[in-house]
Each structure stands twice: as C-alpha cells, then as structure tokens.
C-alpha cells in the first residue's frame, strides 16, 4: 500500500510523544486484529523518514563455510562463513557454535571493522548454549560518505536508503545463512548492535520478524534514545546529549535524506564522496554549530519518534541495555520511549516482552550488559527467571484504593497523554 506522508511544511508541532495507535485517517487502532495494518503504516513512515527504501530480500542467499577448527577445549565450533546474495555480493561472518545435538538459539552480532567478541562475551554465550555470529558491517557499504556509492548502493539503484538500512540489510542476509543450516534455531533468532549498531539492529529487528527478541546497546539518537526530550541521568535537560541535528551534521549518510530537514543545524556535507575505505572517526566540528550542540531544533514535527521504533517489535521481545553516564545517548530519552512503547506491548498481550537493563559506567558493550541480554532471552526463549535487576512492566495489580494505583510507578506516562486502546 502507498501512504502520502506529509511534507515538513504541512506537519504540526507535536510536543507529546506521537500516538502510535493513530491511523491514516486520523481514527484509532481498536483492537489486536488492527495492529498489523498499523504496523505496516509505521514502518513505511519510518522508512520515508528515517530509513529510506530497502530492497525486498533476495531470493539466492547462500553460505560456504571457508573454515572451521575446535575451540573452547572442544565445547564449541569457529566458522568463517562466506555469505552470498544477489548479484555477487558476499561478506563474511565468523560463528561460533556449542558442540551438541540439535539447534540451539543465535545471536546475530553486527560489529565495528577492526573488533571482534572477546572470550568473555563468548563464554557468556556458549554457557547458555547459544551460538552467536558476527560480522563486520562495513564490508559492503563503509561507515563514510562512501556508503552512498558503494556495493550495496551500486547493486540496488533507486533506492534512498542509508548505511544504518543497508547494515541492517545484511543482518538479515546472516540470518538468511543461518536459516540453510542443521543448527540455528530460526524461532530464536537475537539481532544485537553497540551504539550505531544498536541502532542497525533495531533496524534489522523492525523489517526482518524472523529476528525473536532484539537487544539493542548504547544505541541513543535514531535508536533507544529520543528526539524530543534529552536528558543524561540527572534527568530532562541536564547533559550533552546526542540530537537528530548532530546526527545529521557529522553522519547524514547513515540515514533518508528527509530527516535532516527536522534536525539540521551545521552546514551540510556536500562534496565529492571520500575514497573507499576512508571512515568517519571523530566528529568533523567544522561543519557543526557548536552553540547549538545537544539542543533540539523542529524533530517536534516529526510525525513518530524513537518508542515507535521499539513498538514495532511488538509482539516480538526487546531488550534496550543503556548506560547512566552515557549522556550522549539520551538515558533520560531513552527511559521515556521504553516507557511509551510499553502501551503497545500492553495492548498485544505480552507486557513482560519489553526489557530495559540501565548500569553505572560510560559508552560500552561490556559483560554487564551481555549477562541481562542472556538473561533476558532464557526468560523469553526457555521461561527461566533469572535474578536480576533488568525491569519490566508488568500489568499493574489491583491496588487497594484509588491512591494505592495513583502512586504505582507503572501509571506514569511521561511526554505522553494517550494510553493503548482498551
């Protein structure tokens, strides 16, 4: 279906989070059977706004193991894995998988160029019985200006996508691979990302529903964080944190080219594309206004914001593991839109599928965060509780009075008035 979304002239102002259940025509969702059409409008709109168009997926995956050896003491298996599609592209993947009998869950891991998963991440994994699989997202579209001329944009033309669509659109070729094998469990399928990857894995998660629970890490603006409201963990306001015009600023070729009319504030860069391989690895602070450095500008336009995102998941699990003292990405935002995204999680019935794990520490994907991933998918997968601090959201029990449910934490809807459809 073709939806005419607005052009920035012909949108309000919205200060409240954007209600998720409002439908093309101005009605609201009503019940379950509805959501799926809505789910479909959101993704388009994301797609026009945020993503751009990504190609429908390849009929031709294929996967040839180069290399394999023992490792862990002969626990667990090391492949290489070439991973073929379309019209010759390939990447490669590296997967490490437990040595035992039938399939075993897999975490789908898009990483940076030049890192790979220590042993400690690894033995997390393998402990629980679950394979995990990495891959360097840059293979086929650079972490540059490049992206927007490289293989993957050459091999499909027409398409206004970004790298954070095009990683994510490589994710899914993985778990195309994973798919042919005699090991991968397809109905436990993690898609998991750190930062910009957070932000490809959620991503990946929305328009791939193979993908059963995604965990999304130190993911921030365009991913778990928010574009309206910015906070570090001292609350609204407070902090330097990360905006859809920064964003646009220093990596505009991550993303449509629609978002940067909400969030723009430096001068655009235009130019020539850097020569493959060159990447983008500190912010280029010419061409960003400083004075206006963690301040939004018209992202309160924008028709949808980030636990719109997170509510595309839904009825799919989601874990969005953060850090108090990563200011840059939001953790004041990032509360407010797991909160907000809670309401369709609610409205499908399975309230306890949206996690949010906060720890004390900076910007990082360390072990901390790995074991509430882990824990997390033993409780959706296996029905396993777990001790631990992540936080859920069940359904509110019945309090003994009025006030009893007035002062109950789960009734708070910060940024938002509306609620899921009774």
Known sequence: MTYAFKEKDALHRMDELPDPFLKPDGTRVTDASQWPAQRAYLKAMLAHYLYGDMPPPPDNTTGRVLFARPCYAG????????????????????????????????????????????????????????????????????????????????????????????????????????????????????????????????????????????????????????????????????????????????????????????????????????????????????????????????????????????????????????????TWANPYGTQLTWRAAQEVFDFLGVPDRNALHMRDGDHAYNATDWQAVIDFCDMVFFDEERETDIVRMPSAPAGPSALAAALDWRNERLHFSWRRPC
């Open 75 to 326: 626990r667990a298996i090391a492949e290489t894995v070439e991973v073929s599609f379309g019209k010759g592209l390939c990447f490669q993947a590296d997967i490490i998988r437990p040595v035992k009998e039938g399939r075993v869950p897999v975490i789908t891991w898009n990483q940076f160029t030049g890192r790979h998963g220590s042993p400690l991440e690894e033995e997390i994994v393998l402990r629980r019985g679950y394979a995990i699989a990495e891959f360097d997202k840059e293979q086929l579209a650079s972490d540059s200006m490049a992206a927007l001329t490289g293989p993957l944009a050459k091999a499909y033309p027409g398409y206004g996508w970004g790298a954070i669509a095009m990683w994510a659109y490589m994710q899914s070729r993985l778990i195309d691979c994973l798919a042919l094998t005699d090991y991968a469990d397809m109905s436990r399928i993690v898609a998991t990302g750190h930062s910009r990857g957070g932000k490809v894995a959620l991503c990946a998660s929305i328009y791939d529903e193979r993908v059963a629970l995604a965990a999304i890490n130190g993911s921030g603006c365009g991913g778990a964080g928010c574009f309206r409201y910015l906070g570090g963990r001292m609350g609204e306001g407070t902090g330097l944190c990360e905006t859809a015009g920064s964003i646009c600023d220093v990596f505009p070729f991550w993303w449509a080219g629609e978002l940067g009319r909400y969030g723009r504030r430096g001068k655009p860069i235009t130019g020539q594309a850097p020569p493959p391989g060159e990447r983008v690895i500190s912010l280029p602070f010419s061409a960003v206004d400083i004075g206006h450095l963690g301040k939004t500008q018209d992202e309160h336009l924008l028709p949808f914001d980030l636990h719109t995102l997170k509510a595309l998941v839904a009825p799919r699990a989601i874990i969005t593991t953060d850090a108090l003292g990563d």
